[in-house]
């Protein structure tokens, strides 16, 4: 596999993601969004229930999960353009007419909307970070992010749900004919995280650095399995006839 093709699949893509209104949108207004209101949320509920901030750390945490889901979640808008935006620009046939192997052509799928959703995921939880610090670190008399606990939730499980979302809703763009249905479908990568949060909530699972490690064990081997599916079904012969 050669790599630079790949880069160039994703420049490729990056040049068509920067014309699209919505695109940019989500990667910019949505984390920022997240980030302060998440922030403000936590602020209401401690004014309306005045206790030590100490006793909220676990609701910090459980708030921290949600970036993982946004990470999942944003590539629900960009990912569904990694095909869909090739057949709208006219530049899907001369693509699959490249000696690029399938191999090349599917990671640069992937790159193109993994990257930006990543580092858009990250704009969010850094905001919200410094957000809880200030409000909390007079009281707490130390800063509270970041830690160990935050290091794991986005360093590690953030990239892997990241890189789950990005690879479902390739998948999906790869499947399917225009962009609404695309995004129709990739929205369901959002209940599986989703019931672990809820299961967290009810408290039968606890979302602290052990159950996030072994979520992100398992996000590898679905990540791995992904990949291998997306290029099993990477048809290009059936794609130039569906699309052209």
């Known amino acids: ?8 699949v994703v420049s490729k893509d990056f040049a068509i993601f920067k014309n699209k209104k919505s695109i940019l949108y989500t990667l910019t207004i949505l984390p920022f969004a997240v980030g302060i209101g998440f922030t403000i949320i936590l602020l209401l509920i401690h004014d309306a229930s005045p206790s030590p901030y100490s006793t909220y750390i676990p609701a910090f945490n459980g708030f921290l999960f949600w970036f993982i889901i946004l990470a999942a979640i944003i590539p629900t808008a960009v990912a569904s353009y990694s095909v869909m935006g090739e057949k709208v620009e006219k530049t899907l046939e001369p693509l699959l007419a490249t000696p690029l192997t399938d191999g090349e052509i599917i990671l640069g799928k992937i790159l ?8 858009a995921t990250y704009l969010g939880a850094v905001i919200f ?24 939730f986005l360093l590690l499980a953030t990239p892997l749900a990241c890189l789950f979302g990005t690879e479902f809703n390739t ?27 809820i299961l967290g909530e009810a408290g039968y699972l606890t979302l602290d650095i052990k159950t996030i490690l072994i979520f992100s064990v398992l996000l590898v081997v679905v990540d791995i399995i992904i990949f291998y599916i997306n290029k099993s079904l990477f048809q290009r012969e059936e794609m130039i006839t569906r699309f052209s």
């Open 1 to 8: 596999m050669d790599y630079e093709n790949s880069w160039n």
């Open 112 to 119: 193109s909307s993994f990257i930006p959703c990543l580092v």
């Open 129 to 152: 970070m410094i957000g809880i610090d200030i409000i909390t670190s007079q009281q707490l008399g130390y800063i509270l992010y970041p830690n160990w606990t935050a290091a794991v």
């Open 171 to 197: 998948l999906i763009s790869i499947r399917v004919s225009d962009v609404r249905t695309a995004q129709s479908y990739g929205g369901a990568v959002y209940f599986p995280l989703l019931i672990v949060f």
